[in-house]
């Protein structure tokens, strides 16, 4: 008699496991990532390791004993900021004023030509005008200065011509009045074609059926640019904004050192002058390094207030929350 064996029951094969959203985007974009690891590395190197440096703003560094030898002096170095030092005291009057100049007549200028070109018509024409625009962007300060020196300069073209018919010259270049308005007009030529990149990206992405319904409504063109454009592009306005303001102590060394002999420390000594002034070429490491960290210090309180500020008027900022 046979004997009836069952056979075992079949196993049933595991459901293949789902890997997790962010193991497939890292499989995904993992090339994305190993080429963005040089850039990583740049920055980690040359700015958040040499933040470590800051140290010697409490000690009486000195070169030839290194930061980790030199002694420790505590908050010695911050008395020229906490005491009033006179000279300190200029260069920080000097740069908010500078600083409050540019960000009034300086930081419009991109946004107005932006709004120019995107008016014209032909693109072969609006490509014409950004490569001019574009140009004096890649010129060092020291050709810059040079052009103006040639220009505006006391044996410059424009006084020369005065001279030849006989009128009275004007002494712009070496004129400590007229050194606001000079280091001004030099920023707003070199850096406001430059500035209009981000805007004329952010201009082409307002939709331009915007414009067919207000022109449909009987809009002007003027009308267009304040209920159109700019509430489009108000966002990237007040990211700029933002950014600016933590630049607000930092007015370009290379600039007005280069002119301050001309017009003297009074009213051309500003923080980043001060510090290689006082600092580097007197040998008061400690203290240059000091008021680095203060002016650090004061530029993220900045971009955190306007940030927090933005928020508040209903705009992303730097991040959202």
Known sequence: MALDVKSPPARVAAPPRRATPKVSRLRRDGLLLLLGVPGLLVILLFHY????GNVIAFKDYQPFLGIWEAPWVGFDNFRVIFNGD???LNALVNTLVISLVQIVFVFPVPIALALLLNSLAGERLKRLAQSILYLPHF?????????????LGNAGLLNTFLRSHDLATLPLMGNPDLFLALITSQVIWKDAGWGTIIFLAALSRVDPELYEASAMDGASRMRQLWHVTLPGIRGVIV???????GDVLTVGFEQIIL???MVGAEVSEVLDTYVYTYGVVGGNWGVAAAVGLVKGLVGLVLVLGANKVAHLLGERGLYTK
């Open 49 to 52: 390791v040499p933040m470590l």
């Open 86 to 88: 006179p000279a300190f």
């Open 139 to 151: 010129m060092s300060w020291v050709v810059v200065v040079a052009i103006f020196q040639h220009m």
């Open 239 to 245: 990211l700029m904004l933002i950014l600016k303001l």
């Open 259 to 261: 002119q301050q002999a």
